[in-house]
């Protein structure tokens, strides 16, 4: 098995689809090495490429909102995506840019060994949890594979355009709360008086 530094590095020199072309930076994640919780986007933004951070612009501001609404932080968590390059005009990544690119995030995934993993919107849930996954109908349900419990909620940057998609992912994120509780107890943040 790969490290982490050379995993990084092979990413960080990937040519293998038209996004490595294009791409200011590799977004490779971010976070915690160690965590029990691994949240997985679609793609960088326009930020996130300038950045080489994933999620890092409004999106991602919304995110660490949403985790400390449930006593996460990023420290706690891991963060990554399905492609690790930006694609043109932050369109929906391609299947081929999906295939060239999930090696990456499965070899991210057996280093971290998670616990649980969050997928954050439709593309995500789609790659990860099932081809057929409709976001709108499914958000929020537990799926369980390898040991591993599976959820997806509604995608930051969906609920800015979108404030009506909020109180469904708010519920949502009480439920991974919920899970967290149960799966990774040490992975909350302690509460400060």
């Known amino acids: 098995m790969v490290t982490w530094e050379q995993l990084e590095d092979m990413c960080q020199h990937c040519q293998a689809c038209p996004l ?3 791409r200011t930076n590799v977004v490779f994640g971010v976070g915690n090495r160690q965590a029990d919780i691994l949240f ?6 326009e930020q996130e490429d300038l950045q080489g951070e994933p999620f890092v612009g409004p999106a991602g501001h919304l995110l660490d909102l949403m985790l400390s609404l ?14 690790k390059c930006r694609p043109p005009k932050n ?5 081929t840019e999906q295939d060239a690119c999930i090696g ?30 409709r976001i709108t109908k499914q958000h929020g349900q537990w799926f369980h594979r390898a040991g591993v419990a599976m959820t997806a909620i509604y995608h930051p940057s969906a609920v800015l355009r979108d404030p009506f998609k909020g109180p469904d992912t708010f519920v949502d ?21």
């Open 20 to 22: 490595g072309e294009t």
């Open 70 to 83: 449930i006593d996460l932080e990023r420290s706690k968590v891991y963060i990554a995506n399905i492609v």
């Open 40 to 45: 997985i986007g679609e793609g960088p933004g």
């Open 173 to 193: 994120l009480k439920s991974i709360q919920a899970k967290v509780r149960e799966l990774c107890p040490d992975s909350f943040t302690p509460l400060v008086y």
């Open 91 to 95: 369109r929906d990544p391609l299947n």
């Open 104 to 133: 990456y995030l499965r070899a991210q995934t057996a280093l971290l060994r998670p616990k649980i993993i969050v997928c954050l919107g439709r593309i995500a849930a789609m790659r990860i949890i099932d081809k057929d996954f």
